[in-house]
């Protein structure tokens, strides 16, 4: 019964991760990002579904119960996250609307353009 539990764990990350893996590479794609954006994409979502694997293996074997739940709990954290990270970037693209925000967040976060040599001082060398 405890080799099922952990299988069972085993499968239940592996299957909630693909999923998200997979959400976000339709939505990369939807994106039209480069080819090098879904390689650390799928670098990130193969190293947590091993690294969930690894733990929830090893786990197992030193007796913790609820494995399930560890794998239900990393991936809501993760979600809700993902939530807020989200719902930061629509505020701040909804008050980039209004123009005066606009020109202060140019004003800070664009450079000034490099000092060019003026034309008299081009005519005649020094």
Do not use: Q
């Not at 085993?10 to 997979?22: D, Q």
């Not at 670098?43 to 690294?51: D, Q, S, Y």
């Not at 786990?59 to 991936?75: A, P, Q």
Request: contains cysteine; positive net charge; charged residues 10%.
């Amino acid at each position: 019964m405890k080799v099922l539990g952990i299988i069972s764990a085993v499968v239940l990350n592996i299957a909630i991760w693909g999923v998200i893996a997979v959400f976000v590479t339709v939505g990369l794609a939807a994106a039209d990002a480069s080819a090098s954006t879904f390689y650390v994409a799928w670098a990130f979502f193969a190293a947590v579904i091993v690294g969930g694997a690894f733990l929830t293996i090893k786990w197992g074997k030193e007796g913790r119960r609820w494995l399930w739940r560890i794998t239900l709990s990393w991936t809501f954290l993760f979600v809700i996250t993902l939530v807020t990270l989200g719902l930061a970037l629509v505020v701040l693209g909804l008050l980039c609307l209004i123009p005066g925000v606009r020109r202060w967040l140019a004003w800070c976060l664009v450079p000034p353009p490099p000092a060019t040599p003026s034309i008299a001082s081009a005519d005649h060398p020094e």
